[in-house]
């Protein structure tokens, strides 16, 4: 059973491009939640959903920021006009319905 | 959420048990406490989670009062492989629905 899977696991991006960070789940895991880490800092919640739901988004920007989990593919965490700002490391995380947490190696997205 | 207070870093030699204390002073009745461990570069891995008194499992102890409202992380022996960041956190026992926080974690650092 492989581990939950991000890609790309660097990205880099000009500022004004859009940023887009895949997450597949751990099989059988119908949560998914989305977590930004800046350099020395700890993980901030973004975003949980569920397949084809969006939970919470209570951590997300409000502009630019939008995930998905669709029924079928991974989910999609998108940045559009990513300002430097932007730059750190996003964890994605799968849970199935009451058990462990597990993350994803994280994507590292660099905003040039 | 409950917030989490935890020292910022630590310092230890290979072969000496760690304790990392974490203060968690507004739980609710319904949290778990649960630690994870972070390398550089890696998502956050799962090392153990409790809600009273004592849990072990392979690589760690976790001590609860009875109070809750303070947990220990156990380490026994350290290896230099334990060099990590170490989070505590608070969240419900539906943890499927939990937007689990980290906070700024525990820098522990083990010398030769």
Known sequence: NAGVMQNPRHLVRRRGQEARLRCSPMKGHSHVYWYRQLPEEGLKFMVYLQKENIIDESGMPKERFSAEFPKEGPSILRIQQVVRGDSAAYFCASQDSGGERFFGPGTRLTVL | ?112
């Open chain 2, 1 to 112: 959420l409950a917030k989490t207070t935890q020292p910022i870093s630590m310092d230890s030699y290979e072969g000496q048990e760690v304790n990392i204390t974490c203060s968690h002073n507004n739980i609710a009745t319904n949290d778990y406490i649960t630690w994870y461990q972070q390398f550089p570069s890696q998502g956050p891995r799962f090392i153990i989670q409790g809600y009273k008194t004592k849990v072990t499992n392979e690589v760690a102890s976790l001590f609860i009062p009875a109070d809750r409202k303070s947990s220990t992380l156990s380490l026994p022996r350290v290896s230099l492989s334990d060099t990590a960041v170490y989070y505590c956190l608070v969240g419900g026992s539906d943890t499927g629905r939990r937007a689990l926080t980290f906070g700024s974690g525990t820098r522990l650092q083990v010398q030769p």
